[in-house]
């Protein structure tokens, strides 16, 4: 018997597969237990519709990171803070620190998460990493002076 896959299953397979199972083990356990529906059209083309919005959803967040990542290609954001002797500062630089200034000056939204900031305890210019997305990431300057 065909059954659409409503939960991953370790055995089995993953959410919104379509898999053989034995006629037994899908009436008296993955059906009753809500793990899996019978594969019939109606079924079949909810899932295949939802599948097509999925993909439709994932391309509109792709195009959205690719615009962004063109946005931020490039721009160059200055921080100030206070430092100590030989330019160290008291303190680090976070990636909440360069998302807060992004917006700011910019008006754009970056998640700090995605903003890869390998500790920033120095004064000078440094290249932070923001990945917007798998694959889709850019590199924007931050300068770190003194107050």
């Known amino acids: 018997m ?9 055995t089995l397979g993953k959410k919104g597969q379509v898999i053989n199972a034995s ?15 019978e594969a019939n059209q109606s079924n079949l083309h909810i899932l295949n519709n939802k599948k097509e919005a999925e993909r439709k ?9 690719q615009k962004l990542a063109a946005s931020l290609k490039g721009k160059e954001i200055k921080l100030t803070v206070k430092s ?7 303190g680090s630089i976070t990636g909440k620190d360069i998302s807060d200034e992004l917006n700011k000056k910019f008006h754009i939204n970056v998640d700090k998460k995605k903003i890869a900031v390998n500790n920033i305890r120095q004064l000078g210019t440094y290249d932070v ?19």
């Open 84 to 90: 100590g002797e030989n330019g160290r500062l008291f």
């Open 57 to 65: 959803e994932k391309l509109a967040e792709i195009e959205a990171a």
């Open 129 to 147: 990493e923001v990945k917007l997305y798998p694959e889709i990431s850019t590199k924007i300057k931050v300068v770190i002076a003194e107050k």
């Open 2 to 10: 065909k059954v659409i896959l409503l939960k991953d299953v370790k």
């Open 23 to 37: 006629d037994g083990y899908a009436r008296n356990y993955l059906i009753p237990r809500g793990v899996a529906e």
